[in-house]
C-alpha cells in the first residue's frame, strides 16, 4: 500500500504477483472474532494486486483471475467489469467458453466466500 502511495509511474508487476499470493494467504488464514471482515480486507488487497497484473498484459486469464479474488472481496461491480473485460478480450471462437470461466469464477468464490471455506483461491494469480 505505501509503495502504490508513491504513485509508481509504472507499478512493478513482479511485486504485485508476490502481493497476490500474500494477500490470498492472510485472507485463508484469517482467524478470531474478525476473520469474516479480516479475511474480505485481504481479498480486497488481492483483487488490486490483480487489477495491477491483469491491466499490465491484458488476457481474459488476468481479468479472471481478477474476477475472483474481487468476488471473495465483495466487490461485485469491479469483479463484472473485469468479467466484462475477459469476455471482450477473448478471441471470437473462445467468447463462449470464456463467459463460461467467468460465471464459474464468480460461483466458486462467492461459493467460498459465502461458506467462510479457505479453498483454493492462492493458486490462481496469472
Do not use: H
Request: no cysteine; aromatic share 4%.
Amino acid at each position: 500500500q505505501r509503495y502504490l502511495a508513491t504513485n509508481p509511474e509504472k507499478p512493478n508487476i513482479g511485486l504485485a504477483r508476490v502481493m497476490v499470493q500474500a494477500y490470498s494467504g492472510l485472507a485463508q488464514s484469517a482467524t478470531g472474532d474478525n476473520a469474516a471482515e479480516d479475511s474480505k480486507t485481504a481479498w480486497g488487497g488481492a483483487a488490486g494486486a490483480a487489477e495491477l497484473i491483469a491491466a499490465d498484459k491484458p488476457n481474459p486469464d488476468g481479468y479472471i483471475a481478477l474476477v475472483q479474488f474481487a468476488t471473495l472481496a465483495g466487490q461485485t461491480s469491479k469483479a463484472d467489469l473485469a468479467g466484462k473485460k475477459a469476455i471482450e478480450l477473448a478471441p471470437k471462437n473462445e467468447k463462449k467458453s470464456v463467459k463460461q470461466k467467468v460465471a464459474s469464477a464468480k460461483a466458486a468464490a462467492a461459493s467460498q466466500a459465502g461458506g467462510g471455506g479457505a479453498g483454493g483461491a492462492a493458486g490462481t494469480a496469472p
